[in-house]
């Protein structure tokens, strides 16, 4: 029973067209990881040198990758597994069998593990082609090539889906709260996972960078530059050294394999307090009135329940149908605020306290540097939890086949969009006003693409993908790309002043918004001709 529910549970996430989304992601990692010797980033190397492209190299950097960023973005890719039994309501069925909660847990890790696993192999086959094409060395070793992804990424993604499955048995953290959450406990693992001295070497690539400089101080090669492993812009094409290939000890495999247990741990973990849908194990004396979360941002509602389990506050009865007439005039500006109140509903007072802050902060910073560089990239994070919504909530509240009835597709979507870019105008209202004080008309250009961008972005991963998760799941790493300084990603202006690209950027941020509406505006029609 348990490997029918996880290989049921794998196939049903493999039918969704997202999937195929996941799949080329993992291709387009897989390039990333191996970029030309003219290419101006690079994942991995070595102070100012990097590998030849032989099977050792090029499968070590592209396991590393994965096990990099697949940790992150694998998380919010897997971490709706209970939340879509709960929707569904698949758990109340599950709830009346005989499947124990460690055989559901351990179900559903595996679900986790093979969904990750499956990017994993095409990361691996990614591998492989990448090293044919680049052409540095054509000599291939499939040993050398995939036993990194064995060692490595496999025991990191491991932990990835068991973390997913913690993550989404605790009411807080099942909530975007806990998407933001992951993303700073990743940030913390993969750079101090890589030191020294770690137990289990810590993500594994220690004992893999010595032996990279062994092999530099037999060729004679400068090892007085740091190991780097993340994406990094540079300035000028790297030296090159060959390295042969990391040899694993004994007690590093013993290390790898020890992950994958504690994975399995943390997966089951959830088993003490997880009710498995399970009526008797919920709270006594339930009210008539049950809590409905809201899963972008914790939000509480109360939603009266009939005698017959259906939702009344959902159900529009005859009189109210009645009542209700049609309002002549103003329609796009009505479905415009109707958008606002709808991506606003539930913010909590905390919110609004922090954005009020971040606008003072914005208007009295005494540096237009320390505004475009500092203040208006935290005055356009703080709204990432709304921002997700966009494209998303047709889907996950059960509304997509009403609102298909509605006949100008085009003007609710643009009503939507408009709300999204509403919301992040008056984030980053007070850097505006400053910047427009100043008569930095560069940096308003940046501000405008940015203002663009943000909402288009997160319409088009929420029409793609229906859930929320995406975007949360690609904008705060591309945010935190532009906080750190890499410029090549930085759709704000916030690094205008150490940019070759800052006087084309501001269009071209203009032009990809403009081809992400185009794609949501695509979708949106197809899908509602395919229901036609």
């Known amino acids: 029973m348990l490997t029918g529910l996880a290989v049921a549970d794998f196939r049903d996430r493999i039918r969704r067209p997202a999937y195929l989304v996941v799949l080329a992601a993992a291709v387009a990692l897989g390039y990333v990881a191996v970029p030309s010797s003219d290419a101006k980033w690079m994942i991995m190397q070595v102070g100012d040198h990097r590998g030849i492209y032989n099977s050792a190299y090029v499968g070590m950097v592209t396991a ?63 591998a492989l082609v990448m090293q044919l094409a680049r052409g540095e060395s054509t000599d291939l070793d499939l040993v050398a090539l995939w036993q990194p992804f064995a060692l490595i990424a496999l025991p990191l993604v491991a932990l990835t889906a068991a973390c997913a499955l913690l993550f989404e048995s605790l009411p807080v953290l099942r909530t975007g709260v806990g998407n933001i959450l992951w993303f700073c406990i990743w940030l913390v693992v993969s750079t101090a996972g890589q030191g020294p001295g770690l137990p289990l070497d810590g993500i594994g690539v220690n004992s893999v960078v010595k032996s990279m400089y062994t092999d530099m101080v037999a060729q004679h090669v400068d090892v007085t530059g740091a190991f780097s492993l993340g994406l990094t812009y540079l300035d000028k094409p790297l030296g090159l050294f060959t390295w042969h290939g990391f040899t694993p000890t004994a007690g590093y495999v013993l290390g790898r394999v020890t992950l994958l247990l504690i994975a399995a741990l943390v ?225 704000m202006g916030a690094l205008r002043d150490s940019s070759e690209l800052a006087k084309v950027q501001p269009p071209m941020t203009v032009m990809v918004a403009a081809a992400l509406m185009a794609v949501v505006f695509a979708a949106t029609v197809l899908r509602r001709f395919s229901r036609d």
């Open 267 to 491: 997966a089951l973990l959830p088993t003490l307090w997880f009710g498995r849908f399970d009526p008797s194990r919920s709270r006594r004396h339930r009210p008539a009135v049950q809590q409905v979360q809201d899963a972008a941002d914790g939000t509480v509602q109360p939603v009266f329940v009939d005698e017959v389990g259906a939702d009344a506050a959902t159900r529009p009865t005859v009189g109210s149908v009645l009542r209700t007439r049609p309002e002549p005039g103003a329609v796009t500006l009505r479905l415009w605020a109707g958008e606002i109140r709808i991506l606003l509903q539930g913010v909590r007072w905390w919110w609004w306290l922090g954005a009020a802050f971040l606008m003072i902060c914005g208007l009295t910073a005494p540096a237009i540097h320390g505004i475009t560089r500092v203040m208006l990239p935290l005055s356009w994070i703080w709204p990432v939890l709304i921002w997700s919504r966009l494209g998303t909530q047709r889907h996950e509240h059960g509304v997509e086949g009403m609102l298909a009835a509605y006949p100008a597709v085009r003007r609710r979507v643009l009503a939507e969009w408009a709300a999204g870019l509403t919301i992040t105008v008056v984030a980053g209202i007070g850097p505006l006003i400053r910047l427009i004080a100043a008569g930095d008309w560069l940096a308003l250009a940046g501000w405008t693409g940015g203002a663009l961008f943000i909402p288009s972005l997160a319409m088009a991963l929420g029409t793609l993908s229906r859930t929320h998760r995406l975007f949360q799941a690609v904008y705060v790493p591309l945010w935190y790309s532009v906080a750190n300084g890499l410029p090549i990603f930085d759709f």
């Open 64 to 126: 590393l990758a994965a096990g990099l960023w697949l940790t992150l973005g694998g998380f919010y890719i897997v971490r709706n597994s209970i939340e879509r039994d709960r929707s569904t309501r698949v758990g109340q069925l599950l709830a009346a069998t005989p499947l124990r909660t460690p055989a559901y847990m351990a179900g559903k890790f595996l679900s986790n593990l093979l969904l990750l696993a499956s990017m994993l192999g095409v990361l691996a086959v990614t």
